[in-house]
């Protein structure tokens, strides 16, 4: 059975820094490209960051650019996401995801359809 547990959400000042943390479980860990999406009260879940299995192709929404960080650690089944400079507008539900790598990377990651496993979300609130 395939887990995803995501963890390290909480309640933090504009301006400050949280680490989003995505522990897997029950695949093949190396054969998923791993994406990070949020979503907040009233809107569609979102796309925010995502990168191969590899680790060395990451992809970024717009919004997120030059200040949240995608890694991961094939050691130990874990997708990371380093969030810097956070803002109000930055609060939601995040949520992690795993894609197949065979079903291919690139921009099709952005999309929540190429996700086959999703983690129950972490809930992050950045105050004014």
């Known amino acids: 059975q395939v887990q995803l547990v995501e963890s390290g959400g909480g309640l933090v000042q504009a301006g400050g820094s949280l680490r989003l943390s995505c522990a897997a479980s029950?695949?093949?860990?190396?054969?998923?490209?791993m994406g990070w999406f949020r979503q907040a009260p009233g809107q569609e879940r979102e796309f925010v960051s995502a990168?191969?299995?590899?680790?060395?192709?990451?992809y970024y929404a717009d919004s997120v650019k030059g200040r949240f960080t995608i890694s991961r650690d094939n050691a130990k089944n874990t997708v990371y996401l380093q969030m810097n400079s956070l803002k109000p507008e930055d609060t939601a539900v995040y949520y992690c995801?795993?894609?197949?790598?065979?079903?291919?990377?690139?921009?099709?990651?952005?999309?929540?359809?190429?996700?086959?496993?999703w983690g129950q979300g972490t809930q992050v609130t950045v105050s004014s």
């Open positions: 995801a795993a894609a197949a790598a065979a079903s291919g990377s690139g921009f099709g990651l952005r999309r929540v359809t190429p996700y086959n496993h």
């Open positions: 029950g695949l093949t860990f190396t054969n998923y490209n």
């Open positions: 990168l191969t299995w590899s680790g060395i192709t990451t």
